[in-house]
């Protein structure tokens, strides 16, 4: 009888499978404590989502609001307040669908929103507030 150790022993053909198991088990056990880290809100919030296309991106009439609340219909500057009548002739030509406001970051709350209400008012369907892309 001759033995050649040189050569290795058959294997059954279940102890190749035996470490993946091992691994797969793991990192199962990585995920499930990996997942639950965070907990979870009280409150189930929906948020909304912010895509913007190209064909967005262009609004037919662009209104102008500076830090001390006065608001620009292209060369003509008016006060917030009585803002309704100079924004229907101003979007008459350019069309009262969309409108598009750049407003300065040092403006109030509240001659935006007085800003809005106006364009509510005289029929604006769509407002684009435009910001800097954040770094």
């Known amino acids: 009888m001759m033995i050649d150790f040189d050569q290795d022993p058959p294997k059954r053909q279940f102890e190749t499978l035996i470490p993946l198991i091992n691994v797969v088990f793991l990192l199962l056990i990585f995920f499930l404590l990996a997942g639950t880290m965070t907990p979870a809100d009280n409150v189930a919030v929906k948020l909304p989502v912010g895509a913007l296309s190209d064909a967005e991106r262009d609004a037919p009439a662009t209104v102008l609001v500076e830090a001390d609340g006065f608001v620009w219909l292209g060369e003509r500057v008016v006060d917030p307040k ?54």
């Open 82 to 135: 009585i803002a309704q009548g100079p924004l229907r002739e101003y979007l008459a030509d350019k069309g009262m669908e969309r409108v598009a406001v750049k407003a300065d970051a040092e403006a109030s709350a509240e001659s935006l929103l007085l800003l809005m209400e106006a364009l509510r008012e005289i029929g604006v369907k769509q407002v684009t507030i435009v910001t800097e892309r954040g770094r």
